[in-house]
């Protein structure tokens, strides 16, 4: 059981000063089943409703998760007055209950793990408390087993070790416990046979932990760097995961640590229930994977009060709860979250600068790759949504095709040095395919806007779209070799279970990738002046092309970059052949990671809307209805 602060234990260490009175102290005389109003003293300060039901001097509750109960009061013990021993204490239940497997949505190991590291927990956490804070070596967690006991500190590269500070934590209470069943525990503990298809890494390989970091947190941070890392931003390879990674080492209990866990959090949840080892969350808005969610919501919230403005940490972590949103059913609503990035770039000065793309290319990696991803959010989010982008005389600065010089970096010379950001790195989607999106969504809102006032020129239509065309048409970028950096040091010694690196795609395929947007690009356009109607022979055209391409790229998780160009082929087309085909290359994939399922489902309703009662049909009609918060990224 865990033990009240500074008790002594074969768990924790009694050398704790917190000076924790005894039981006798705390507890009043035998009371009837209502023990008390507010419940015992463990449950209280887990937050959590309490049985009142006394057995042996503790709660029903606590005997159930074999925690030490502190029984009732009326009067609060002193030794909790104290926030740092409170949270601790705290820290040490989650730890065992981590351990047991009883926290909803924890990343776990095998059982038989799990079953082998207990000895190694529980000298963990003796050193854990006799330290008061981190232990120095590292621990295997039954719960969620990824590091091993026998290692020694974290290395940042010859620096000291980051310092562990109580007041900097954000975690103020902790995420809804599971009900647990003994009696299907123990047998599941007696089942050799038992396995979990996402495997842990061998026990004698390594992750370095992160000074400051609850153990939940570690686990699930290690996590999404073994597994989730791979299915968000499939492009980005190791550049967004060191980017992520060195935000994460800034401040490993900051938002973006908290937007990672969640993420890892639902993953695994996710990962289960499509392979039948867990039934449906009935209550999602309980998980650990929505606390994390919650909390690091909240530290955006309350970081910008605090520094009167948010930075690229804050960002990044936004950008990470966005994809949270479309992992977990498009639920949530994204838009504050991409408001938080908009907003941002107009702090960097990029939307006043004489030089927005120098200075750009001049800024940090992080920076940089946080302003693409916002750029690239905001313009696909303008097509879900049609609505024109916020700085769109930006990003025609940026993405559209100006003098070598407005694009290279200070210090140098090389006259054939690429200018472009080169989006399709990243995205897949070619500079000059982005700009000719967020165009095309102008275009839409001016048509909108025009129609209700009743004074449409379909002539001035068509030469505003004549106008894209020609612009995209005149300028086919080359797609660069892809230089992959390596992986950040820690995380390549981190030889993890499902961490094989990422293949970084040929040029050929992402010639492929780039075409096909090039001509969902078109296809966008031709929807926008024509309205939805598939038999208009250029919609037709445009559909057929890209569906021509697709089936030139064999099916891989590079089908998960084509969200976009999949669901507008698909809606906008009358052929049965080519819908089966579309419907495939979703289907190819696992529909329980992303949005894949949800977009395919909104296909199938156009396609039921078209089939049933004829003529045009618009798709984000049917999306605002089925689905309002799925974005196709």
């Given at each position: ?7 002594a234990?074969?768990?924790l260490s ?18 009837t089943?209502s ?5 015992c ?5 887990r ?11 503790s ?20 030794w ?15 730890a ?144 967004l ?7 994460i ?9 908290n937007?990672?866990?969640a ?19 009935p209550?999602p808005?309980?998980s ?33 709860l966005?994809c ?11 838009q ?5 990035a ?5 702090q960097?000065?990029?939307?006043t ?29 303008g097509?879900?949504a049609?609505?024109p ?10 993405l ?28 897949g ?8 999106l ?19 020129s ?7 779209a004549d ?7 005149s ?21 993890m ?29 031709h ?23 697709l089936?030139?790229?064999a ?9 976009l ?11 049965s052949?080519?819908r ?6 979703l ?15 909104l ?12 003529g ?18």
């Amino acid at each position: 059981m865990v033990p009240a602060p500074g008790r002594a234990s074969p768990a924790l260490s009694s050398s704790s000063s917190r000076g924790t009175p005894s039981n006798s102290t705390v507890d009043l005389p035998q009371r009837t089943p209502s023990a008390g109003k507010g419940g015992c003293w463990t449950c209280r300060l887990r937050r959590k409703k309490c049985d009142e039901e006394r057995e042996g001097g503790s709660c029903r509750t606590c005997r159930r998760l074999t925690i030490e109960c502190l029984g009732w009061g009326a009067k609060r013990p002193e030794w909790m007055r104290d926030k740092q021993a409170v949270e601790q204490y705290k820290s040490d239940i989650k730890a065992k209950l981590t351990r047991a497997g009883l926290i909803r949505g924890q990343p776990r190991t095998s059982l038989a793990a799990a079953r082998s590291s207990t000895t190694r927990s529980n000298s963990f956490d003796q050193s854990m408390n006799g330290l008061g804070g981190p232990s120095h070596n590292f621990h295997q967690l039954p719960g969620a087993s990824y590091s091993d006991s026998n290692l020694a500190s974290m290395d940042f590269g010859g620096g000291p070790m980051f310092q562990y500070s109580p007041q900097s934590s954000s975690v103020h209470s902790e995420p809804n416990m599971l009900d647990f069943d003994m009696n299907l525990f123990a047998a599941a503990h007696n089942s050799e046979g038992f396995d979990f298809a996402v495997r842990p890494p061998s026990p004698v390989n390594h992750f370095p932990l992160l000074a400051g970091q609850t153990s939940i947190q570690e686990s699930h941070v290690m996590y999404f760097f073994e597994h989730v890392r791979k299915t968000n931003f499939r492009l980005t390879g190791n550049t967004l995961t060191n980017v992520t990674y060195s935000l994460i080492v800034q401040d490993p209990r900051g938002a973006v640590t908290n937007a990672v866990c969640a993420l890892s959090s639902l993953h695994f949840t996710r990962m289960r229930v499509a392979q039948g080892l867990e039934a449906p969350d009935p209550n999602p808005e309980h998980s650990t994977a929505q606390y994390f969610h919650d909390e690091a919501f909240f530290q955006l919230a309350s970081g910008k009060q605090t520094k009167g403005c948010h930075d690229e940490n804050d960002v990044l972590a936004a950008i990470y709860l966005i994809c949270y949103s479309q992992m977990s059913g498009h639920t949530a609503d994204w838009q504050p979250l991409l408001t938080i990035a908009i907003d941002w770039i107009a702090q960097t000065g990029l939307t006043t600068d004489e030089n927005p793309k120098l200075t750009l290319l001049n800024m940090s990696a992080s920076r940089q790759l946080v302003v693409k991803l916002t750029m690239w959010i905001e313009i696909f989010s303008g097509f879900t949504a049609a609505r024109p982008t916020k700085y769109m005389q930006l990003y025609k600065r940026l993405l559209g095709d100006e003098a070598t010089f407005w694009g290279r970096s200070q210090g140098s010379s090389s006259e054939m040095e690429p200018s472009g950001l080169h989006m399709e790195s990243l995205t897949g989607c070619p500079d000059e395919v982005m700009l000719c999106l967020a165009e095309v969504s102008h275009l839409a809102q001016w048509k909108m806007m025009e129609q209700r006032k009743g004074s449409l020129s379909y002539r001035e239509l068509i030469r505003r779209a004549d106008e894209i065309e020609q612009r995209l048409q005149s300028r086919k970028s080359r797609a660069m070799p892809r230089e992959e950096p390596p992986l950040h040091p820690n995380l390549l010694h981190a030889t993890m279970g499902d961490s094989s690196p990422l293949a970084s795609p040929t040029e050929e395929v992402m010639r492929l990738v780039g075409n096909i947007f090039r001509e969902t690009a078109i296809l966008y356009l031709h929807t926008t002046v024509n309205d939805m109607q598939p038999a208009v022979p250029e919609i037709s055209a445009g559909v057929k092309n890209v569906v021509q391409l697709l089936q030139q790229l064999a099916p891989s998780e590079i089908d998960r970059v084509l969200v976009l160009p999949i669901c507008l082929s698909g809606c906008m087309s009358d052929d049965s052949t080519q819908r089966d085909v579309l419907k495939a290359r979703l289907q190819a994939q696992d529909e329980s990671i992303g949005n894949l399922s949800r977009t395919r489902l909104l296909m199938e309703a156009v396609w039921q809307k078209r089939d049933t009662r004829g003529g045009a049909i618009d798709w984000r009609e049917t999306l605002r209805e089925r689905c309002p918060n799925l974005l196709l990224i």
